[in-house]
């Protein structure tokens, strides 16, 4: 369900671009760091600080139940944003619907969530703990998984209730309960063969609904869950999904639907787990400086990307926010950011010059200074070999300054593509460190996989594109992907359920 119904998007130069001022400090935006979140709030502390623990509590129990380090932390940490206001969101989105609670990002300038916050419902939770889950299960569950499962996989853990010595899995979220026992069934074989995207308006939530319900009826059971671990097993070998699963478990469909139907009907608890006592967290909290109350909705939805007709008067509003807070380090980067994308890139460098002129490791400012002249040499057919040959030297030059940062990777691999031999090994690894750091990333994971298709290194171009072209969602990555399986297949055969 990526876009709560709600969560999509991108975020370069507002995530750790901010000057901090003391907690204390009188200033709207709070932002808490914990080991493995970033979470920001313009309401306060302490909800702010529940929050981070909660989202860190949820990660560690996801992390225990699949053999991970409970401990471990990820590469780069997820940033969220808790509003206050739905006005906040349609800053950052303003044709999001209206029945949107917020939304999750992934794209190659960025990885986030933001989400009308702290109503304190379990819906508004379940929502995003759903959300989580996707971007969990892509980090750290590698493999071949369907739509349902994807989707079965976070509405099971969505609806997850913490308490510091004991927690509850798998309770059906009240809405898919009620569409269980009084919607539309959707056929089981449509269930695990299509996406949600492959079904009709009308059965998309049963879609939802029954994919919690199979995977609550495959893991609720200790002989089942064997089952369906042995269902992913015979999906990694290539199988179809309805293949997998009548040879896993040794049942055919209809009798698969005749099971749900009646299992549907029965009490669905959620398994409980007691533990030993939940320590909350360190989590450090500073205030934002005044700046970010005017700008830093306004930066989330430039990374996201302006339609052509939003430039003109975004860049306009931009520049009269900036204004109001002259050296404020955070407000003069927002506004060169604006104006290399979107407005004058001469006076966007003017400002990015005069802050790497004065610190000459400022690596937020010659990482917007690059992506300016990407921008340029994506409309300039004259001189865009030569615009592309400054930023990748100013990205290497980002790199040696924040190593592992895949958006840095994957700018500067862009910056090769004009390269006769594109890509080069050294690009293609460039390309395969950034598909490592941030596998949710779809077009960074089809790039490295085109690559690797040149190679003729098919197992791990496989491994690429499969989760991309079962995105529960679909899109234009989805679709290349799918394109590029079937490349494969001219090769070896059949690839992918």
């Known amino acids: 369900m990526s876009g709560w119904k709600r969560w999509g998007g991108a975020v370069l130069a507002a995530l750790g671009l901010l000057l901090l001022l003391p907690a204390s400090a009188q200033a709207k935006w709070l932002r808490a760091e914990s080991p493995r979140f970033v979470v920001y709030s313009d309401g306060d502390e302490a909800t702010l ?86 971007h969990f299960m892509l980090q750290n569950l590698r493999g071949i998984y369907p739509g349902w499962l994807v989707e079965g996989f976070a509405e099971y853990y ?110 669905l608890p959620g398994t409980g787990f007691k533990r030993s006592p939940h320590a909350a967290t360190d989590i450090q909290v500073t205030a934002l400086t005044p700046s970010a109350d005017a700008l830093l909705l306004e930066s989330l939805h430039m990374s996201r990307g302006l339609y052509d007709r939003e430039e003109k008067d975004f860049v306009a509003l931009v520049r009269t926010a900036a204004a109001r807070y002259p050296g404020d380090r955070f407000a003069e980067l927002t506004l060169a950011e604006a104006e290399v994308k979107y407005g004058d890139r001469a006076a966007g460098d003017v400002i990015l010059d005069r802050l790497i002129a004065a610190n000459a490791e400022d690596a937020q400012a010659i990482t917007i200074k690059a992506f300016g002249l990407i921008r340029a040499a994506n409309d300039d057919d004259a001189d865009y070999r030569k615009l592309y040959a400054q930023a990748g030297k100013l990205l290497a030059r980002a790199n040696s300054l924040t190593p592992d940062d895949y958006r840095i990777l994957y700018a500067f691999a862009r910056t090769r593509r004009s390269d006769p031999d594109y890509p080069s090994d050294n690009t293609l690894n460039v390309l395969m460190l950034a598909a490592e750091l941030a596998p949710q990333v779809y077009d960074i994971r089809v790039e490295a996989a085109r690559g690797l298709i040149l190679r003729k290194r098919f197992d791990e171009a496989i491994e690429q594109l499969t989760p991309v072209a079962n995105s529960p969602h679909g899109g234009g990555a989805a679709e290349t992907a799918k394109g590029l399986l079937k490349q494969i297949e001219m090769y070896r055969g059949p690839t992918a359920p």
């Open 49 to 134: 600080r529940a929050y981070a623990n909660k989202l860190e509590d949820f990660d560690t129990i996801l992390r225990t139940f699949y053999g991970l380090q409970p401990d471990g932390v990820p590469a780069q940490k997820l940033h969220v944003y808790l509003v206050r206001q739905r006005a906040a969101l349609k800053r950052v989105s303003p044709d999001i619907g209206d029945d949107i609670a917020g939304f999750y990002s992934s794209s190659t300038t960025g990885i986030f969530a933001i989400a009308e916050s702290t109503r304190g419902d379990d819906e508004a939770d379940d929502t995003m703990l759903h959300e989580y889950t996707h």
């Open 158 to 267: 969505m609806t997850a209730r913490l308490s510091p010595t004991s927690f509850v899995i798998g309770n059906p979220n009240s809405g898919r309960a009620y569409q269980l026992m009084n919607g539309q069934w959707v056929s089981t074989i449509d269930v695990l063969s299509k996406r949600p995207v492959d079904v009709s308006d009308e059965q998309r939530s049963g879609y939802y609904a029954q994919a919690w319900l199979m995977t609550h009826y495959m893991l609720g059971d200790p002989v089942r869950r064997k089952q369906l671990f042995a269902y992913v097993r015979e999906l990694a070998k290539g199988a179809k999904s309805v293949d997998a699963w009548i040879t896993a478990t040794g049942e055919d469909i209809p009798t698969l639907d005749r099971k749900l139907q009646v299992y549907k009907r029965g009490n």
